[in-house]
């Protein structure tokens, strides 16, 4: 099993954030789960890290990302732009333990996820017709 493998004791105990994000006291272990479809992912790491996967879904209508996106981010013309940002969106309030109602209007599109100094963004290589982003503290 996983747990054992990295190192985990049969008997764990998990503290939470003030936001109720869960941690595992024994081996100071970050972690993060998703899941859309067929699919369930993990991240885990010593420090904070998020990561959400979404199926797209063919539905792009720019009144949902006049709805929820910055303005940059209202530019995308695609399904696949839209779950891209979306994730990015998820991942990045996954990290930081909150709500993503609080993220919604925050940038992120790709020139805006490279200038952030403390947080590293990435994407998993899936099968179509699947997204799925990470993100994590320096």
């Known amino acids: ?3 054992t493998y990295i190192g985990v004791p049969e008997n764990i105990t998990y503290t939470y954030s003030e936001a109720g994000k869960p941690d595992i006291k024994e081996i100071n272990c970050k972690f993060n789960i998703s899941h859309s479809g067929d699919y369930v992912v993990l991240a885990a790491a010593k420090k904070p890290v998020g990561i959400d996967i979404q ?3 063919p539905f792009f209508d720019s009144r949902i990302a006049e709805r929820f996106f910055g303005v940059r981010e209202r530019m995308c013309r695609s399904d696949e732009d839209f779950y ?3 994730t990015r969106k998820e991942a990045y309030a996954k990290l930081k333990g909150e709500s993503l ?3 919604l209007d925050m940038d992120m599109t790709d020139t805006s ?4 100094q403390d947080v590293i963004f ?4 899936m099968t179509e017709p699947y997204i799925c982003t990470y993100s994590y503290m320096l």
Do not use: F, P, Q, S
């Open 1 to 3: 099993d996983v747990l």
């Open 55 to 57: 199926r797209i879904k």
């Open 84 to 86: 891209r940002l979306w």
């Open 101 to 103: 109602v609080g993220y």
């Open 113 to 116: 996820i490279e200038n952030m």
């Open 122 to 125: 990435g994407e998993v290589e």
